[in-house]
C-alpha cells in the first residue's frame, strides 16, 4: 500500500463527524486485543465469553483497517457502530433486530451486504446468535464472513467451533478448531491448540489430544496456553 496521503482522506465533512469520531476511537485497538487475548489465555476454561470478547474487537479492527470513504460504505459503518453499541452492552437481541433508533445487523446486512461493513455485521450476527443459544444460526453467519484476514478468519473458524461444541458435535468442532489452528497465528493457534486437546479428550482421542499438546508445547513454548500443558500431556498419556 502506497504512503502518500490522499487530500480528500484529510478533508472533514462535517456530517460524518459523528461516525468519525468513533472509528478514531479504534487507534488504539491493538493494545485492547493484547489485554483481551490476556484475559481469554487466563479463563480458557469455560467456553469462551472471553474469545468472543476477542472477536468483537478485531471485527472492530478489521473493519477499521478496511474502511473506504465511499457514501454506501461511510453508511453501513455509521449504522454498524450503533449496533456494536448494542453488543457492547450484551444486548443481543436489539443488536440483531435493531429498532427506531438502531439498525440492526440483519437489517444492515440486508442494506449494504457487499460492503465491508455489511460482511463485519454478518459476524456479529453470528456472535449475537451465539450468545442467544440460537448455534444453528450462528453457525450460518458466521460462516458467512469471507474476508481473508489473518488475525480475524481463524478466530471466526474458532468460534464456528465452539457452537459445534456447545451442540455436542465433537468432531465438527476438532474440524473448526484444527482449521484456526493452521492459520499459524501466535495468538489464536496456542488457543484452539489447547481447546482441540481438550475436547479430543472429552471425545476419548486421547491419541489426538496428545498430538495437539505435544504441538502446542513444541510451536508456542512462550504462549500463556503452554503453562499447563506437561500436566495435559501427563493425562493424554495415561488416557491411551
Do not use: W
Not at 15 to 25: D, F, H, I, R
Not at 42 to 50: D, F, Q, R, T
Not at 76 to 85: F, G, I, P, S, T
Request: glycine share 6%; net charge negative.
Amino acid at each position: 500500500m502506497s504512503d502518500q496521503k490522499n487530500p480528500q482522506l484529510e478533508q472533514k465533512d462535517p456530517q460524518l463527524e459523528e461516525a468519525e469520531n468513533p472509528l478514531e476511537g479504534l487507534d488504539n485497538v491493538e493494545n485492547e486485543l493484547n489485554r483481551s487475548a490476556e484475559f481469554v489465555e487466563k479463563n480458557i476454561k469455560p467456553l469462551s465469553l472471553g474469545v468472543l470478547a476477542v472477536i468483537a474487537v478485531v471485527l472492530g479492527f478489521f473493519l477499521y483497517k478496511t474502511q473506504v470513504l465511499e457514501p454506501k460504505e461511510r453508511d453501513a459503518a455509521r449504522n454498524l457502530y450503533k449496533a456494536e453499541n448494542m453488543f457492547a452492552r450484551d444486548s443481543f437481541r436489539l443488536a440483531l433486530e435493531g429498532d427506531e433508533d438502531v439498525m440492526g445487523f440483519l437489517n444492515i446486512i440486508d442494506e449494504y451486504g457487499s460492503t465491508d461493513a455489511g460482511v463485519v455485521a454478518k459476524a456479529y450476527a453470528g456472535l449475537c446468535y451465539r450468545n442467544l443459544g440460537d448455534y444453528d444460526k450462528a453457525i450460518s453467519f458466521l460462516k458467512g464472513f469471507d474476508k481473508s484476514d489473518k488475525m480475524l478468519t481463524p478466530t471466526i473458524k474458532g468460534a464456528i467451533g465452539d457452537c459445534y461444541l456447545e451442540k455436542g458435535e465433537d468432531d465438527k468442532a476438532m474440524e473448526y478448531y484444527k482449521k484456526a489452528i493452521a492459520a499459524d497465528n501466535e495468538f489464536v493457534s496456542p488457543v484452539y491448540l489447547h481447546r482441540l486437546g481438550e475436547t479430543a479428550l472429552k471425545a476419548g482421542k486421547a491419541a489426538d489430544a496428545l498430538k495437539a499438546f505435544e504441538e502446542l508445547k513444541k510451536k508456542y513454548p512462550s504462549s500463556a496456553m503452554s503453562q499447563d500443558v506437561d500436566k495435559f500431556i501427563e493425562i493424554a498419556n495415561s488416557s491411551k
